[in-house]
DNA sequence: CGTATTTGACCGGCGC
DNA sequence: GCGCCGGTCAAATACG
């Protein structure tokens, strides 16, 4: 299991968006996007993440799963293991998951995110198997992103088609972990998908590796996607698409800030009051909260968009 | 028949 | 060294 000793700080963002179906159902075009209620196979739903694919993943993540599981301890050096459970998670969001709002998604097809994304550079890990590749390096490990959704499904559309390799069972967790890879050949992007044992609702989706080729749904319909920016997840695909290539350059000049982390479009879609107040049980649209969390300082002291859409208390690691 | 999922086995890292 | 555990493989199975 890899540490989080050493990813040291996490410095968390926090952008919320809601989802509307009928903002949705605008973007019928980009169906696995959006298609978060229909039943893939009938028992397996699949929930929409949007932005994600785009994410490209590239930089991350100490993975959520040590975020969740030693909450505070990544952002306090003494960490002091709490006995807690999800205190972390409460702590960090601004309305907890319990009473957040959120968690009684108001409907059913719909779902209300809570994200949270730990970035971390980790190192290249050999692929593992049965054939041992280079033993004596120490092993690496791609780049992870992880974050948590509040979703009722598990698996999250992002746009790109994943096979999944493998299920297993989470230690001090009733849900299993399952493991999934991108389809696309050449592509060895990974990710895993768990619930998290202390809230049920929450989907814990880790990112491994950057992907190599754009999102079949972007290729397929990727001007619909950015063009219209009117709400959220139309923003997600912008900023995937454009994030992929924000990255690749960061990674060639290793510098850069500008925290990209969402082109807002004109009218929000990013709503945070939802958030807080998504509580109501009237409220008819899908609220998504996503977290992100950076070990990039740089990130950090220039919020740029963030500084708009993300309410100051939510900026903790300030 | 091709593709995706399931699932038990296997492997390696890590803590004791 | 041993056992636990996370992660992956790959054969079997399911599905369209």
Known sequence: MEKNSETGNYNWMGVSTFFDHQMASNYSSLPSIFDMSSNDHGDQQRGSLGFMDLLGIQDF?????DMIQQPLSAQSPPPPPPPVSETSEVTNLPATPNSSSISSSSNEATTDEHVRVSEEKEQEKPKQG???KKKTEKRQREQRFAFMTK?????????YRWRKYGQKAVKNSPFPRSYYRCTSATCGVKKRVERSSDDPSMVVTTYEGQHTHLSPVMSRGSSAGISAG?????TDFAFGSTMQNHYQQQ???QQQQQ????????????????TTTSTSPSHNLDHHERRFCTSAASLLTDHG??????PSDMRKDE
């Open 130 to 132: 049965s054939k041992p």
């Open 259 to 274: 925290p990209y982390f969402y082109s807002l479009p004109p009218n929000n879609s990013v709503n945070y009051s939802t």
């Open 151 to 159: 979703s009722e499904v598990d698996h999250l559309e992002d746009g």
């Open 61 to 65: 993540s100490p993975s959520l799963f």
């Open 230 to 234: 009117s709400g959220s997840f139309s």
């Open 305 to 310: 968009l963030l500084q708009d859409i993300v």
């Open 251 to 253: 990674q060639q000049q």
